[in-house]
């Protein structure tokens, strides 16, 4: 059964270092997202990314955050100059269509900062 | 502003019970989806709904458009359905907002 693939499943990173969350996405998907969830909180939303550009994104996804698809496969999170409160898990998610399609997530990428 | 309520914020049932989850929210939506989160935190899409009812083995979910609410229903419940339960509503557009979770846990 496809699925969406994220990596690292965990890193460990010095506050003010730069970090890259990778996503591979279900093949034939062509909406794809961002979500954080902090310890012991809700799931937000950060980003929705389609046809190449950002189609939506929260107030969360600041300047020190960036998306891109480098390749036909990959979707990556840039967090610039990583805070303490960036600690949480990163969720990729992939839609085969826009305001019907079911949203498939990968497994998390959890980020510790210190 | 939209939110997104959840009740019960935690359950503990017996194996075999029947359970409900409910879910409300405050604005107009193009969809609702009912998520699963494993302890592992590792997320799982149960339905996605923008009217009426759907099944999928001993799951169940209906939503109400006009009441703004939507629900959750386990039957014979088990020990594996133990999880936290999000409600996530799509706003149109692109956003998502999520409820906090019910945590459920089924004892053997």
């Known amino acids: 059964e496809p699925e969406v693939t994220q990596t690292p499943s965990h890193q460990v990173t010095q506050m003010g270092q730069e970090v890259i969350l990778r996503c591979v996405p279900i093949?034939?998907?062509?909406?794809f997202y961002w979500y954080r969830q902090i310890l012991g909180q809700k799931v937000e939303f950060l980003v929705s990314f389609y046809n190449n550009e950002i189609s939506e994104k929260s107030e969360i996804f600041d300047d020190q955050f960036s998306v891109e698809r480098p390749d036909g496969s990959n979707f990556t999170l840039k967090i610039r100059s990583t805070k303490l409160e960036d600690s949480a898990m990163y969720f990729c998610?992939?839609?085969?269509?826009?305001?019907?399609?079911?949203?498939?997530f990968g497994e998390g990428s959890r980020l510790t900062v210190l | 502003k939209n939110e997104v309520e959840q009740s019960p914020q935690n359950l503990t049932a017996q194996e075999g019970e029947f359970i409900t989850i409910n879910c409300s929210y405050s604005?107009?939506?193009?969809?609702l989806h009912w998520l699963q989160q494993h302890p592992g935190g590792g997320i799982v899409s149960l339905f996605m709904l923008s009217s009426g009812k759907k099944k999928h083995g001993r799951l169940i979910a209906t939503i109400n458009i006009q009441e703004k609410h939507s629900s959750l229903h386990i039957t014979a419940s088990h020990p594996r359905d133990s999880a936290v339960y999000i409600c996530?509503?799509?706003?149109?557009?692109?956003?998502?907002?999520f409820g906090p979770g019910t945590r459920l846990s089924v004892l053997p």
């Open positions: 093949s034939n998907h062509l909406y």
């Open positions: 998610a992939s839609s085969v269509r826009e305001n019907t399609g079911e949203l498939f």
């Open positions: 996530a509503v799509r706003l149109y557009g692109q956003n998502f907002v």
């Open positions: 604005v107009g939506i193009s969809a």
